[in-house]
């Protein structure tokens, strides 16, 4: 089984050389200290800004230089700052190569729900449905099941919905999955120590095995 | 083309109770805080807020919030506020969620004079309940009007006198294209100065856009997240 910095680990090996990628708030942001230093690779914040850097040194905080998460952060040599229109025409118009953000449910045909809970507070999308509804390559990282101990990869999402068919792989403590293009949940890759059974048992949705599942490797 | 205010009281002297203001910055950053420092000691009521955030207890659009001036905030993600929670929870306050690029696109459409703008954003939710969707090359969109909003009220970092205008860093965020958008926009800057010292290659908003202009003085710019790294 993954921790969470394991599902960074494993979702870095998705980002290509060349790619500009656009991480979510929790998990995804970890994955930024995977990404292998031999490609390159550009990160866009969507409150404006290319080139994202690491978090500054202490003392060089900069209150004008925040990333969509509103942390500090600095920008790297090549970055470029707009504003939001064209943070998210960027996004729209499909520049951006690769998504990785967070979920509550994934429907086996690509649908996600992270935004809203019945009865809690809402605190709002944010930017996660302009992702959703442009990204072509959407990759989803989360827990398999929630606190309750009940699968999030479910045959419909009961959650409010934040976008329908846009998924295309999830990473979890226990798996790699693809969400297949006619429904249904592929399974990719066994994390270490997890048996296709355990995974079978934490997936609500319908799951696809087909021959031997390898593990994964990070 | 002298846009030049004595301050922030003299920018919104004329505006009313209930009338609609658009409020730049991103969380904290970039935030026309002396600006709505005076909006909280005008007694102006019954304001609609469309600004991507609803700042943070004691700072931002949360001043306003606590006064009970805000009638109804449209932004994309109000997290962070307590008395905020507390006035949605109880029917005090109305407010419109809806997606950020969709928030930044109508401004921007407003500015544009485009009265409506068609974008993915929110097919198969429960944004798109109640308007229009179209099709365009096998893909749904939602159609989306322009704002509307009776004031805008910026913040950048320099800005001359004719009201032409430079933003720092990620402070830009919802300032340009709010500055577009407003039937009257107040800018207030860092640094004010005279016609010919901005590069006319280097202007962000220009001056068309803005009605009225002022220098800020002491900005608190406060971090809303400070993250920092060991050396």
Redesign the interface.
């Known amino acids: 089984m993954l921790d969470k910095e394991g599902i960074a680990k494993r979702i870095a090996k998705e980002v290509k050389d060349g790619y500009y990628v656009n991480l979510g708030i929790g998990i995804p942001t970890l994955v930024a200290n995977y990404i292998p230093e031999n490609i390159d690779v550009v990160l866009q914040?969507?409150?404006?800004?290319l080139g994202m850097g690491?978090?500054?040194?202490?003392g060089?905080?900069?209150?004008?230089?925040?990333?969509?998460?509103?942390?500090?952060?600095t920008?790297l040599p090549g970055s470029a700052?707009?504003?939001?229109?064209l943070?998210?025409?960027m996004?729209?118009a499909k520049k951006v190569n690769l998504t990785i953000l967070g979920a509550m449910e994934v429907s086996e045909n690509g649908?996600i729900a992270n935004w809203k809970i019945p009865g809690k507070?809402?605190?709002?999308?944010?930017?996660?449905?302009?992702l959703v509804?442009?990204a072509e390559n959407i990759i989803v990282a989360m827990q398999h099941v929630n606190k309750a101990g009940e699968s999030k990869l479910l045959p419909n999402c009961t959650l409010?919905?934040?976008?329908?068919?846009c998924v295309k792989k999830i990473v979890t403590e226990l798996a790699v999955l693809d969400v297949l293009p006619d429904g249904g949940f592929k399974l990719l890759e066994r994390a270490p120590g997890v048996t296709v059974e355990d995974i079978e048992k934490a997936t609500a949705g319908k799951l696809i095995v087909e021959g031997e599942v390898p593990e994964m490797v990070i | 083309m002298n846009k030049v205010v004595s301050g922030a009281k003299e920018a919104i002297s004329d505006i009313k109770n209930g009338m609609t203001l658009m409020l730049g910055g991103f969380g904290l950053c970039g935030l026309p805080e002396k600006t709505i420092l005076a909006l909280a000691a005008s007694g102006i009521t019954d304001l609609t807020c469309i600004s991507n955030n609803a700042g943070v207890d004691d700072f931002g659009i949360g001043l306003l919030l606590r006064n009970r001036q805000v009638k109804k905030m449209i932004s994309s993600y109000v997290g962070e506020n307590a008395e905020f929670e507390r006035q949605l929870l109880s029917g005090e306050l109305e407010v419109e969620l809806i997606p950020q690029g969709t928030l930044a696109t109508r401004c921007m459409a407003a500015g544009y004079g485009i009265p409506a703008i068609f974008t993915p954003a929110g097919i198969g939710t429960e944004v798109a309940e109640g308007k229009e969707i179209r099709n365009f090359n096998g893909k749904d969109y939602l159609m989306e009007m322009a704002f509307d909003a009776d004031f805008a009220i910026v913040k950048a970092w320099k800005g001359d006198s004719m009201g032409n205008l430079v933003y720092r860093s990620t402070a830009r965020n919802f300032n340009p294209v709010m500055a577009m958008a407003g039937k009257v926009t107040i800018a207030e800057v860092e640094e004010l100065v005279e016609p010919g010292e901005l590069d006319p290659d280097h202007i962000h908003t220009p001056g068309i856009y803005v009605h009225r202009i002022f220098k800020g003085e002491g900005y608190e710019k406060r971090i809303e997240q400070r993250t920092v790294r060991k050396r």
């Open positions: 914040s969507e409150n404006g800004l690491p978090f500054p040194f202490e060089e905080e900069d209150p004008d230089t925040i990333n969509a998460g509103k942390q500090t952060i920008k700052v707009f504003d939001s229109a943070s998210f025409g996004i729209r649908d507070m809402v605190k709002g999308m944010g930017g996660a449905m302009d509804a442009s409010p919905l934040t976008g329908v068919n």
